[in-house]
């Protein structure tokens, strides 16, 4: 809104500064931050109201666990809150990749979000069934796909190497469509300790705030050997905001949390950082930077593979994060130690940069 308005006024005088993405990207972080710390206090008294017992809590899961019950869940919310008001504010609003984004994060928030609304009111952990949250999803980031489609090639590029791309054609609208939705649910995996999700979520997001202003810029692009996709920059805006909101989510969500993300924050953060990914054309650099996510989901496929055909368990419990409970690494430990590795896969990402 802001960026039409200083644009309308031609950028006159202090107004020239909404003209830099920079400026933007780190205004919109702030804004978004304080945002979210100004709204967070009331809007978990008010998620315990309506909630009563929480998010209910795995009886099959490690004990420790058991202790966070009454704890209230679609913390995601207010993450959603903080992040498109400041979206709104700064964002180009006539750039459709963002558009594009936006679209993945409140449909897969809104999916999310009856997922754990179902949860709460039948007292299960359950929620809506598999095959419909996949369809809906699937939807979702279909619509978001032939959005970005209309902007950018169908070409696949492969990291390390120069101007090298799979040229994929009609399929790369269900490539597309495989990751946004196969990353948000990762995230999702991922949501199971204080902490454990929302840090490399930032940590990705301030990863791909960098990649996409290079991929937005001519110069830098042409320099470094990596695809030029007009109207990426604005992505590093959208960047900005996940962190800045999940920060401010994050100060709530330190053990021991007062509010769990749920469905409603998890499964939309990871399908904006899926769509950012396609529409940035880093698709396989967000699977280096996003690995610790990817090694959750992972761990899943073969725990229920492996326990299907031998009836064994390769993991004492899957996700993985809960296998390392079980060994008697102490919550804050696995928490701690799973950021470590986030951090270092987002070097390694980042490293495909230059390394061409």
């Not at 909101?245 to 969500?253: H, I, M, R, T």
Request: proline content about 4%; glycine content about 12%; some cysteine.
């Amino acid at each position: 809104m802001l960026y039409l308005i200083a644009e309308w006024l031609g950028f006159e005088g202090v107004l020239n500064l909404v003209r830099y993405q920079t400026f933007r990207a780190g205004a919109t972080l702030i804004t978004a931050l304080f945002f979210g710390l100004l709204i967070g206090p009331r809007f978990i008294n008010l998620l315990r109201v309506r909630q009563g017992k929480g998010q209910p809590i795995r009886e099959d899961g490690p004990q420790s666990h058991l202790a966070k019950r009454g704890t209230p869940t679609m913390g995601g919310l207010m993450i959603m809150v903080s992040l498109t008001f400041a979206l709104l504010l700064w964002m180009d609003l006539s750039n459709p990749l963002v558009w594009a984004c936006f679209a993945v994060t409140i449909g897969f928030g809104l999916i999310g979000f009856l997922d754990d609304y179902d949860k709460v009111s039948k007292a299960s952990h359950r929620g809506v069934s598999g095959r419909v949250r996949l369809l809906l999803e699937f939807i979702v980031a279909g619509v978001a796909s032939y959005i970005i489609v209309s902007q950018v090639s169908t070409n696949l590029y492969v990291p390390f190497l120069s101007g090298v791309s799979i040229p994929l054609g009609p399929f790369y609208f269900l490539f597309a469509a495989t990751l946004i939705v196969g990353f948000g649910n990762a995230v999702n995996l991922t949501d199971g300790l204080d902490g454990l999700a929302i840090m490399p979520v930032i940590i990705a997001a301030g990863t791909f705030a960098l990649i996409a202003y290079l991929v937005g810029r001519v110069d830098y692009s042409a320099y470094l050997g990596i695809p030029y996709v007009e109207g990426a920059g604005e992505l590093a805006i959208f960047c900005a905001a996940i962190m800045g909101a999940g920060l401010a989510f994050l100060w709530f969500n330190a053990p021991p949390a007062a509010v769990f993300m749920g469905d409603t924050g998890s499964l939309a953060l990871g399908g904006a950082l899926g769509t950012i990914a396609v529409a940035s054309h880093h698709e396989i650099v967000l699977l280096i930077v996003g690995g610790l996510f990817v090694a959750e989901t992972a761990s899943v496929i073969i725990q229920v593979f492996w326990f299907k055909r031998t009836g064994k368990r390769v993991f004492r419990m899957a996700p993985i994060h809960h296998h390392f409970e079980q060994l008697g690494w102490s919550e804050s430990k696995v928490v701690i130690r799973f950021w470590i590795i986030a951090i270092v896969l987002a070097m390694a990402g980042l490293a495909t940069l230059k390394v061409r």
